[in-house]
């Protein structure tokens, strides 16, 4: 099954904006599609031994295995469909990036498509920091999946 997300009205019409302009940019753009395959073992293979990764306002996890930890957990309720990175953007060791991902909520089988603003920290190579911000509450709301504790 082939699953696309459909170009918001935000997006930019340059190619260019979407395409990595260098090594952090590409390393981000292969992590995110690497998300699809909803693997937290290969996923945290990205991150250094002190990374920090946090879903907004979700709390933060600090450390390689706490975050290997929150991932697989996130993952055993969801799983990450797609991953359609818009915009890319770096400087000084940081890639923003704007995409929409969908997400399905394994209990209840719904998926929504969720608009997100990631913020990624890198240093030789690894990921020391990922932030991701979205609505929370939208999403909760669309797949009947309360993520908040």
Known sequence: MSLHVDAPTWVSA????KAA????ETLVLKFLQELTTNDADRLITYFDDEGMYQNMPLPPAYGRDAVHATLAGLLGVMSIDVVE???IASANGFVYTERVDVLTALPTGKSFPLAVLGVFQLRDGKIVGWRDYFDLREFEEAVELPLRG
Do not use: G, L
């Not at 340059?14 to 904006?17: E, F």
């Not at 302009?21 to 952090?24: G, K, L, R, S, Y």
């Open 14 to 17: 340059d190619p260019a904006d």
């Open 21 to 24: 302009a260098n090594a952090d």
């Open 85 to 87: 990175t818009f915009h």
